[in-house]
């Protein structure tokens, strides 16, 4: 399987699209074309964190040495830990539409 490394931005067209599309009741939504899922079918289901990849950038940052602290201090993956809670606060962020 060939490895993503991120997507290319959405286009106004698609996000207006996505934002139509999501207004639509469950009822209105036509899935006959697709197929109900069997017992094989998740055995070789992918989880989507175990393909999608973001690009990862170095940088030179300056934190207060109390978070620091408190990151390290979370175990392996000091890093990894304050990548996931921007994330996690940038996703709270896009879904309330700042």
């Known amino acids: ?33 697709i197929p109900e899922w069997n017992e094989d079918d998740f055995k070789r289901a992918i989880l989507f964190k175990d393909v999608y990849k973001p690009k990862k950038q170095q940088i030179t940052t300056r934190l207060d040495v109390d ?21 996690k606060k940038m996703n709270e962020e896009i879904k309330k539409g700042v």
């Not at 399987?1 to 009822?27: A, C, T, V, Y």
């Open 1 to 33: 399987m060939k490895e993503i490394r991120g997507f290319d931005s959405l286009n106004e067209d698609q996000r207006q699209h996505l934002k139509n599309l999501s207004k639509l009741p469950d009822s209105d939504i036509n899935t006959s074309d």
């Open 67 to 87: 978070i620091l602290m408190w990151l390290k201090s979370q175990g392996k993956g000091y890093q990894t830990l304050m990548n996931n809670l921007l994330r």
